[in-house]
T-cell receptor, first 113, second 119 residues
Framework: RKEVEQDPGPFNVPEGATVAFNCTYS??????FFWYRQDCRKEPKLLMS???SGNEDGRFTAQLNRASQYISLLIRDSKLSDSATYLC??????????????FGKGTKLSVIP | GAVVSQHPSWVICKSGTSVKIECRSL??????MFWYRQFPKQSLMLMAT?????????EQGVEKDKFLINHASLTLSTLTVTSAHPEDSSFYIC???????????????FGPGTRLLVL
């Protein structure tokens, strides 16, 4: 089983649609959880952290279920500029005060006019 | 926010040559930097953890003699791909943690990446 698994995508949605991404992780000792966004041929950029209580940032809502080892990202009112690959990222303690990021393969989103 | 730079942004080289990639934290000190590799349509894979003043820690399957890492200062880590071959062609990305308290302690800031093409 892969450490971090995401919906394979691609997701092609019209502008204004609501889209949800899912992610599961295998390491129950994982510490922190994030969604990153990666544009084509660019580096990943942090979109938002994910907390057990759930958190919202504008049109983006992230949820974490530790018991099910499941993370989600909801995007409302999709914009053309939301087109990108969304990476689910999980951190775990790797010793000596360092944390290691493990990335999912990402889910590609294309928002269509 | 914290800024990480990489140089060069892209490299085309002949098979057998060595390529050095620099990763710099521009406005913070990074005792730890990370080197990743990403093949097309694949996830970022951690290659090694670069520790300032000590040896790098390599992930399983990554040849330490082929991918030489030097972290000589708190703001600079270098990755040298020795005797590069076409299968080494990839997108190499570094990241650094900012532990100054300004950013989340576990947040990593990524460099813009270096595209390596070995002919």
């Amino acid at each position: 089983r892969k450490e971090v698994e995401q919906d394979p995508g691609p997701f092609n949605v019209p502008e204004g649609a609501t889209v949800a991404f899912n992610c599961t992780y295998s390491n129950s000792a994982s510490q922190s959880f994030f969604w990153y966004r990666q544009d084509c041929r660019k580096e990943p950029k942090l979109l938002m952290s994910v907390y057990s209580s759930g958190n919202e940032d504008g049109r983006f809502t992230a949820q974490l279920n530790r018991a099910s080892q499941y993370i989600s990202l909801l995007i409302r009112d999709s914009k053309l500029s939301d087109s990108a690959t969304y990476l689910c990222v999980v951190t775990s303690y790797s010793g000596a005060g360092s944390y290691q990021l493990t990335f999912g393969k990402g889910t590609k989103l294309s928002v269509i006019p | 926010g914290a800024v990480v730079s990489q140089h060069p942004s892209w490299v085309i080289c002949k098979s057998g040559t060595s390529v050095k990639i620099e990763c710099r934290s521009l406005d913070f000190q990074a005792t730890t930097m990370f080197w990743y590799r990403q093949f097309p349509k694949q996830s970022l894979m951690l290659m090694a953890t670069s520790n300032e003043g000590s040896k790098a820690t390599y992930e399983q399957g990554v040849e330490k003699d082929k991918f030489l890492i030097n972290h000589a200062s708190l703001t600079l880590s270098t990755l040298t791909v020795t005797s590069a071959h076409p299968e080494d062609s990839s997108f190499y990305i570094c990241s650094a943690r900012d532990l100054s308290g300004v950013a989340h302690g576990e947040t990593q800031y990524f460099g813009p990446g270096t595209r390596l093409l070995v002919l």
